[in-house]
Nanobody, 126 residues
Framework: QVQLGESGGGLVEAGASLRLSCLAS????????MGWFRQAPGKEREFVAG????????IYASSVKGRFTISRDNAKNTVFLQMNSLKPEDTAVYSC???????????????????WGQGTQVTVSS
């Protein structure tokens, strides 16, 4: 079993940067593919970025590609989301998810992820 906890959210102005962290506890973190999702009020949860177990493969939603970077440090059981050039439409609760995919396939659907953190609020003012 894996427990996840996000941190790093906050209130920033448009154009600013934030770095989110997701710390995992439990065994075999390096065996899990990790994803970041976000959910804005009144909207469905949407995929933001994902990273394979090895860190060698990443994928991004078109809305964040070129602005956000996902990375992981398996030695520290942590996955990161560096968010640059933030926009008001990036405002949401950001959550990390873990799925036991051992291949380089990174699922985009939230239902594919087994473990979730509680989320961290990101608010971008205009």
């Amino acid at each position: 079993q894996v427990q996840l906890g996000e941190s790093g959210g906050g209130l920033v102005e448009a154009g600013a940067s934030l770095r989110l962290s997701c710390l995992a506890s439990g065994r075999s973190f390096s065996r899990y593919t990790m994803g970041w999702f976000r959910q804005a009020p009144g909207k469905e949860r949407e995929f933001v970025a994902g990273i394979s177990w090895s860190g060698g493969f990443t994928i991004y939603a078109s809305s964040v590609k070129g602005r956000f970077t996902i990375s992981r440090d398996n030695a520290k059981n942590t996955v990161f989301l560096q968010m640059n050039s933030l926009k008001p439409e990036d405002t949401a609760v950001y959550s990390c998810g873990a799925t036991p995919y051992s291949s380089n396939v990174i699922p985009l659907a939230a239902y594919e992820y087994v473990y979730w953190g509680q989320g961290t609020q990101v608010t971008v003012s205009s």
